[in-house]
């Protein structure tokens, strides 16, 4: 009879032997979960989950990047409920195509920076990314380039986990996994400058961190190169925030060059850092964008590409049939969650509050945290933030990685009530675009106590 059984009935340990013994859970040590046994969270609202435990949580990362409005939005559940009712799926394959569809899309024309007025959904990130990857060497093909074909992104991107995505990602450990990168795809390093350039001034810093793009474009011949593609603020690599001069810097090569330029906006978009996109915060101009997450709040999934008039108008009147789209390319259901989505971060003038209140207050509270004698870097964009943790606060040295200390500090953020995650010695938070300010009061409190908690094991260990 177990097939009947539902979430009341089952304890935790119940839930936990299921998991483990049928589950398998996306970048994870499978045998190492299954002995530990995973967290099981069973509802929300607001900006806090609930676990089977009963313990209240406080979601500093917005689900994954993605639930920005926050959790029990109802105009988001009556929007799927309403569509889920009427047509709860049809194709946009033969000609055809569906009221929310086309709506989201005129939406999306009107949203995004002007150079854009066409969309291609899909239906997360990575196969936003895998789009992007078949679209620009189309472009090139059909201007009669084939030969551009090399897309050039970062080590310590992350673009997604299909093969194009974790290709374009630069994700050591995932390229080592199943034969990547796929061919025609290079890196160039991050530009994080507390790690490669502190012995300049973030700004020179962020020069020569967009001169490694010449160069490469050099290197591989300019009529080679197809594309850049960048996040405007890396998120899973760990809230790396680039030096102002870095992307104005970068769109000036790509110009130079001819090179397409890609944001990836999965993260950066719809509102985190203060603007709708994070290429309005960083100031560049960019050919194509992919966005996913915060188009719908993570309610249900939903990706897509912005495609910019330069690449549209080649596709539209040379291009004949685009071979490439997805099953769910214009979910109904997921385009009308994303149509009430947006509505309320209107209407609710959220962008504003991140860029006007509620990121400013949170770049107060990270440089009071500054002081903390586990902290040798703090910084802020609207609202994504990273917290360093290093051994020696004066010299900036890290800490051994086999000691893990990110890990250590996220352990005790977990325990009280707090999820803020940990890449490596990065500790990162990106809240609800809901969140109050007395909530984001409450936030830094918990940070603070979970930092002396590390602080105190730190020591302890010597
Ligand atoms: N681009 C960026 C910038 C992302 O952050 C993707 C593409 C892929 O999206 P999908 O929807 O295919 O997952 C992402 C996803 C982490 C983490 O550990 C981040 C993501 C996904 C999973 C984990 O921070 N970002």
Same mark, same amino acid.
């Given at each position: 009879?177990?097939?009947?059984r539902?979430?009341?009935?089952?304890?935790?340990?119940?839930?936990?032997?299921?998991?483990?013994?049928?589950?398998?859970?996306?970048f994870?040590?499978?045998?190492a979960?299954?002995?530990?046994?995973?967290?099981?969270?069973?509802?929300?609202?607001?900006?806090?989950?609930?676990?089977?435990?009963?313990h209240?949580?406080?979601?500093?990362?917005?689900?994954?990047?993605?639930?920005?409005?926050g959790?029990?939005?109802?105009?988001?559940?009556?929007?799927?409920?309403?569509?889920?009712?009427?047509?709860?799926?049809?194709?946009?394959?033969?000609?055809?195509?569906?009221?929310?569809?086309?709506?989201?899309?005129?939406?999306?024309?009107?949203l995004?920076?002007?150079?854009?007025?066409?969309?291609f959904?899909?239906?997360?990130?990575?196969?936003?990314?895998?789009?992007?990857?078949?679209?620009?060497?189309?472009?090139?093909d059909?201007?009669?380039?084939?030969?551009?074909?090399?897309?050039i992104?970062?080590?310590?991107?992350?673009?997604?986990?299909?093969?194009?995505?974790?290709?374009?990602?630069g994700?050591?450990?995932?390229?080592?996994?199943?034969?990547?990168p796929?061919?025609?795809?290079?890196?160039?390093?991050q530009?994080?400058?507390?790690e490669?350039?502190?012995?300049?001034?973030?700004?020179?810093?962020?020069?020569?961190?967009?001169?490694?793009?010449?160069?490469?474009?050099?290197?591989?011949g $300019?009529?080679? /190169? %197809?594309?850049?593609?960048?996040?405007? @603020? +890396?998120?899973?690599?760990? #809230?790396?925030?680039?030096?102002?001069?870095?992307?104005?810097?970068?769109?000036?090569?790509?110009?130079?060059?001819g090179?397409?330029?890609?944001?990836?906006?999965?993260?950066?978009?719809?509102?985190?850092?203060?603007n709708?996109?994070?290429?309005?915060?960083?100031?560049?101009?960019?050919?194509?964008?992919?966005?996913?997450?915060?188009?719908?709040?993570?309610?249900?999934?939903?990706?897509?590409?912005?495609?910019?008039?330069?690449?549209?108008?080649?596709?539209?009147?040379?291009?004949?049939?685009?071979?490439?789209g997805?099953?769910?390319?214009?979910?109904?259901? $997921?385009?009308? /969650? %994303?149509?009430?989505?947006?509505?309320? @971060? +209107?209407?609710?003038?959220? #962008?504003?509050?991140?860029?006007?209140?509620?990121?400013?207050?949170?770049?107060?509270?990270?440089?009071?945290?500054?002081?903390?004698?586990?902290?040798?870097?703090?910084?802020?964009?609207?609202?994504?933030?990273?917290?360093?943790?290093?051994?020696?606060?004066?010299?900036?040295?890290?800490?051994?990685?086999?000691?893990?200390?990110g890990?250590i500090?996220?352990?005790?953020?977990?325990?009280?009530?707090?999820?803020?995650?940990?890449?490596?010695?990065?500790?990162?938070?990106?809240?609800?675009?809901?969140?109050?300010?007395?909530?984001?009061?409450?936030?830094?409190?918990?940070?603070?106590?979970c930092?002396?908690?590390?602080?105190?094991?730190?020591?302890?260990?010597?």
């Amino acid at each position: 009879m177990k097939h009947e059984r539902t979430t009341a009935q089952r304890s935790t340990a119940e839930w936990q032997a299921a998991d483990a013994a049928h589950f398998m859970h996306p970048f994870t040590d499978f045998g190492a979960l299954a002995k530990k046994g995973s967290r099981i969270i069973e509802k929300a609202e607001g900006i806090h989950l609930w676990d089977t435990e009963g313990h209240r949580i406080l979601d500093a990362m917005s689900g994954l990047w993605c639930v920005n409005v926050g959790y029990g939005q109802r105009t988001l559940i009556d929007a799927a409920t309403k569509q889920l009712e009427q047509l709860p799926f049809y194709n946009a394959f033969f000609q055809t195509a569906t009221p929310p569809a086309i709506e989201l899309a005129e939406l999306l024309a009107e949203l995004t920076p002007p150079q854009f007025k066409h969309v291609f959904f899909s239906g997360s990130g990575s196969e936003g990314n895998d789009t992007i990857v078949r679209m620009v060497r189309r472009y090139w093909d059909l201007l009669g380039q084939p030969e551009r074909r090399v897309i050039i992104s970062r080590n310590n991107a992350y673009h997604g986990s299909t093969m194009a995505g974790a290709s374009l990602g630069g994700m050591s450990g995932m390229h080592a996994q199943g034969g990547l990168p796929i061919p025609d795809i290079t890196h160039i390093e991050q530009p994080y400058w507390y790690e490669l350039g502190r012995s300049m001034s973030r700004d020179e810093f962020g020069i020569v961190a967009a001169g490694w793009l010449e160069k490469k474009i050099l290197e591989v011949g $300019a009529e080679r /190169v %197809a594309a850049f593609i960048g996040e405007p @603020i +890396q998120g899973a690599g760990g #809230v790396i925030i680039p030096p102002e001069t870095y992307w104005p810097e970068v769109q000036r090569i790509c110009d130079k060059y001819g090179v397409l330029l890609v944001s990836d906006e999965v993260i950066c978009g719809f509102g985190r850092t203060g603007n709708w996109w994070g290429c309005e915060t960083m100031g560049t101009r960019p050919d194509l964008m992919t966005f996913a997450k915060g188009v719908t709040s993570g309610y249900i999934p939903l990706g897509g590409v912005m495609v910019g008039e330069r690449i549209a108008k080649v596709l539209i009147e040379r291009g004949g049939e685009f071979n490439h789209g997805y099953t769910y390319s214009g979910h109904p259901v $997921a385009c009308a /969650v %994303a149509l009430a989505n947006i509505r309320l @971060i +209107q209407r609710e003038r959220l #962008v504003e509050k991140v860029r006007n209140d509620l990121g400013p207050h949170l770049a107060r509270g990270f440089e009071a945290l500054k002081e903390h004698p586990l902290i040798g870097d703090a910084e802020t964009c609207g609202l994504m933030g990273a917290l360093l943790l290093v051994k020696d606060k004066a010299s900036g040295a890290p800490f051994a990685p086999e000691l893990e200390v990110g890990m250590i500090c996220r352990g005790h953020c977990f325990a009280n009530g707090l999820i803020m995650r940990a890449v490596g010695d990065r500790m990162i938070i990106a809240p609800p675009l809901v969140i109050t300010g007395e909530q984001i009061d409450e936030m830094l409190g918990l940070i603070r106590r979970c930092l002396d908690l590390t602080w105190a094991d730190v020591r302890a260990q010597g």
